[in-house]
């Protein structure tokens, strides 16, 4: 474990160092995801100038949610999202080799190599807007929801990556994985809506098979009502599946793979 954390101090300084070095693209990219949460939050301000729920949401629960999800988006492109736009191209064209004879975790190495520096300044900024959400809010809110609240928004990473994963490994086999990104895309972005509002077909899909919904609905709703027990079991059961699934399907990925000196 220790070996891994000074590893992944190793990245930290060399991406932001990286980073440093176009400082155009920098800036530019704060300006875009600033956008982003700002059309989010309006978005959501003129839907409600036109009802009083949303999926038994009021707006300042909406608010929650909302400022909850664009986290863990800020967070997924921090930490993982640039080298999840790298992997396809490193499967084609061989490049995993230099990451496979590495004396440790390729999926390791593979997620989570490349910091995004400017995307930690808008995790800083998403961080505030969820402070602000939260403070905002009417009613009390019990400190330990919040607390499983805020782990729960950790996880929802895990999710996101996980889904990721799914989605690209594909590639090893199809050798192309566009499509299969932009389909990936569409289902965060039905992530990014409370699942009360879809059919219950949807719902079990978001909830189990790519559990998005666990990334930003389920963490709301856990800290308005309360957990139930049988839902956190649910949790911890999807988890403890995407772990191990995910582990066994890209070892029968890489016994697929085609190295650069096949």
Not at 17 to 40: C, L, Q, T
Not at 105 to 115: A, K, Q, T, V, Y
Not at 133 to 162: E, K, N, T
Request: aromatic share 16%.
């Amino acid at each position: 474990m220790t070996r891994y954390l000074r590893l992944y101090l190793h990245f930290l300084r060399f991406s932001i160092s990286r980073a440093m070095e176009f400082r155009v693209d920098f800036f530019f990219r704060i300006v875009m995801d600033v956008v982003y949460y700002a059309v989010n939050l309006a978005f959501f301000s003129v839907l409600f100038g036109h009802t009083t729920e949303l999926g038994s949401w009021d707006l300042d629960q909406v608010y929650v949610f909302v400022c909850g999800f664009l986290w863990v988006d800020a967070a997924f492109m921090t930490v993982v999202a640039n080298n999840m736009w790298w992997l396809p191209i490193y499967i084609n064209r061989g490049d995993l080799d230099y990451h496979l004879v590495r004396p440790v975790s390729s999926l390791f190495m593979l997620s989570l190599r490349d910091f995004a520096a400017n995307s930690f300044v808008n995790l800083v900024l998403a961080s505030g807007l969820l402070v602000w959400s939260l403070v905002r809010y009417p009613a009390p809110l019990d400190p330990a929801f919040l607390l499983l609240f805020l782990a729960m928004l950790g996880l929802g990473v895990f999710f996101h990556w996980a889904v990721r994963i799914l989605f690209i490994v594909p590639v090893f086999w199809i050798h192309s994985g566009r499509g299969l990104d932009e389909v990936a895309w569409q289902l965060v972005k039905l992530a990014e809506r409370p699942h009360q509002i879809y059919q219950p077909w949807l719902r079990a899909i978001l909830l189990t098979v790519l559990p998005l919904a666990l990334c930003h609905s389920v963490p709301a709703h856990v800290l308005f009502s309360g957990p139930r027990p049988g839902q956190m079991l649910g949790v911890a059961a999807v988890v403890c599946g995407f772990a191990i699934g995910l582990r066994w399907l890209w070892n029968r990925a890489l016994r697929s793979y085609s190295s650069a000196s096949s």
